[in-house]
């Protein structure tokens, strides 16, 4: 996203330099914005989303809308306005017989164009004009943003503790004025991950990402009861991911999602170790309307078998994985639920086995479809129609009381 920014920055400029005002397709609005909103969405989807990775814009925004990246409304919005902003750039081109997107100065041109789109005079066409490219600026500068500034709420201080290099005992005084009560602990930990980031590779885009990131993890981390653990669980996530650029640039660029993070990896070492683990889990922080609401427990299957539709049935190792990302996404989704009290302890082991019913079902079927493709259906099987093979669940699972550590005591038995 930022590079997408830094471009239309300087796309921007060269606007000014060239005096190019009236430019439908590079001002503020125009058609390269709507463009930029429509790749900036399919980058950050489409490693996940198969659906995304189209070239045409039309189907871009309409695999956007569908995999709920944007809402449907704007994604409309953007299209009528995108398309609207084509069809004046293919009537100037047409009356100036060459590639341009500039609006006319000469009053013959002018009424050229107004009457070819159906316009009662130019200032009937230059309102709907600034209508539609605010619409698309709009939206923009929701999803791309302008080029980045210090929060205003980011006071100087936290952006010298990470970006100052200081000792222990400067940090602490700057620390102690910020009311913790026994800095050294956060002291210790901030100057290891310091240390630790230096010998580490990390990218240039890696670089920018962490020194608007840390201000701001340092401003959340000291409102806790326990600064220094919960420092040092976002840390052991930020480690894992010094190389992933994007993982980084997530939590620079959403400070809705790091507030998410920060809340989750204080209330339970769990999320961290699985956010650490699994950093795809990352992204589900972007949407806490969906984070603290566990998927209802007769939509498990359904889910699941949806989630699992984009997949080739023939690629088993894609398949598997998706099986493991979405028992880890839902199991985010319940811990979430838990730590905010949305849901009661009994209704935990529900969920959790609930989830494991649905996978244990799912991996049933696919290993059924492998062996038999493999090696024929059985002929009992065949005759009655029946698989003939039962999973019987003791234990923790058999009870419905599966808990955040259980394993699965899973019985095999089979008819042939």
Same mark, same amino acid.
């Given at each position: ?17 060239? *005096? ?17 909103? #429509?790749?900036?969405?399919? $980058? ?9 990775? %189209? ?14 990246? $944007? ?6 919005? =953007? ?5 609207? $902003? ?21 009053? @013959?041109?002018? &009424? ?21 490219? #605010?619409?698309?600026? &709009? ?15 980011? !006071? ?8 100052? !290099?200081?000792?222990? #005992? ?25 240390? !630790?980031? /230096? @010998? ?28 220094? @653990? ?6 052991? +996530? ?5 190389? @992933? ?5 997530? =939590? ?9 993070? %920060? ?42 078998? &949806? ?19 979405? /028992? ?33 079902? !799912? ?6 479809? &492998? ?24 234990? /923790?699972?058999?009870?419905?009381? +599966?808990?955040? *550590? ?11």
């Amino acid at each position: 996203i930022d590079g997408l920014r830094q471009m239309k920055a300087m796309i921007a400029a060269e606007v000014r330099r060239k *005096g190019l005002e009236g430019n439908i397709k590079l001002g503020a609005g125009g058609i390269r914005e709507v463009e930029f909103i #429509a790749q900036a969405l399919q $980058l950050i989807r489409g490693g996940r989303e198969p659906a995304l990775r %189209v070239r045409h814009l039309p189907e871009a925004l309409a695999a956007i809308a569908q995999c709920g990246a $944007l809402e449907s409304a704007h994604c409309d919005r =953007l299209l009528a306005a995108y398309r609207f $902003l084509r069809r004046v750039e293919n009537i100037l081109q047409e009356i100036g017989d060459q590639q341009t997107q500039t609006l006319p100065t000469e009053e @013959r041109d002018r &009424q050229r164009l107004i009457a070819a789109l159906g316009f009662a005079d130019w200032g009937a066409f230059m309102a709907h004009l600034d209508e539609e490219m #605010a619409a698309v600026h &709009q939206e923009f500068a929701a999803v791309v943003g302008e080029e980045k500034e210090a929060p205003a709420h980011l !006071e100087q201080l936290w952006l010298d503790l990470w970006r100052t !290099e200081l000792d222990a #005992a400067e940090l602490e005084k700057l620390l102690t004025a910020q009311g913790v009560v026994e800095p050294a602990p956060l002291c210790a930990a901030l100057l290891r991950f310091k240390e !630790e980031y /230096k @010998r580490r590779q990390v990218g240039p885009q890696g670089r920018i990402a962490l020194d608007w990131l840390m201000p701001e993890l340092l401003r959340l981390v000291v409102a806790s009861e326990q600064p220094a @653990r919960l420092f040092e669980r976002v840390c052991e +996530l930020l480690t894992r991911i010094f190389t @992933r650029s994007a993982y980084l640039q997530l =939590l620079a660029e959403n400070p809705g999602a790091l507030r998410q993070l %920060v809340r989750l990896c204080d209330a339970s070492h769990l999320v961290s170790e699985q956010l650490a683990r699994y950093p795809i889990l990352l992204d589900e922080l972007l949407d806490p309307q969906h984070l603290y609401h566990p998927t209802p427990l007769d939509q498990y299957k359904p889910q699941l078998r &949806q989630f699992l539709l984009r997949i080739p049935e023939e690629d088993v190792e894609q398949q598997m994985e998706a099986l493991r990302q979405f /028992k880890q996404v839902q199991l985010l989704r319940i811990v979430a639920a838990d730590i905010a009290g949305a849901l009661p302890l009994m209704k935990v082991s529900d969920h959790l086995t609930w989830l494991a019913e649905a996978i244990t079902e !799912e991996v049933v079927n696919q290993a059924w479809a &492998q062996m038999s493709e493999r090696y024929g259906v059985p002929p009992e099987v065949a005759t009655s129609g029946q698989r003939g093979f039962a999973v019987v669940a003791y234990g /923790k699972l058999g009870g419905i009381e +599966l808990g955040y *550590g259980s394993d699965l005591d899973l019985v095999f038995l089979h008819g042939g």
